[in-house]
């Protein structure tokens, strides 16, 4: 069956950096787009980035353009989401969407 695991949430200061890594499984990962959510508490899940499947484009949210790169190696069928000049309001929970399923999400908090 599919699988998304993501990884490489936790604590950060303001300005500082994560990788986040989701590993696919169960799909023909190289065939699809893979995008990376994130929901805030209280408010609704939003998308942050998606790549094509040859990871020839992308596209991001506002919010993050500039800051935030997401990337693909399909030999290893993980999406990664590096995240750099994080601020307070990048505090979430970011799921890994692909093949129309979820993983389980990671925590990122960004606070002093």
């Known amino acids: 069956q599919v699988q998304l695991v993501e990884s490489g949430g936790g604590l950060v200061q303001p300005g500082g950096s994560l990788r986040l890594s989701c590993a696919a499984s169960g799909f023909s990962f190289s065939s699809y787009a893979m995008s990376w959510y994130r929901q805030a508490p209280g408010k609704e899940r939003e998308s942050v980035a998606t790549?094509?499947?040859?990871?020839?484009?992308?596209d991001y949210a506002d919010s993050v353009k500039g800051r935030f790169t997401i990337s693909r190696d399909n030999h290893k069928n993980t999406v990664y989401l590096q995240m750099n000049s994080l601020k307070p309001e990048d505090t979430a929970v970011y799921y890994c969407?692909?093949?129309?399923?979820w993983g389980q999400g990671t925590q990122v908090t960004v606070s002093s």
């Open positions: 790549i094509r499947p040859a990871g020839t484009r992308t």
């Open positions: 969407w692909g093949e129309g399923h």
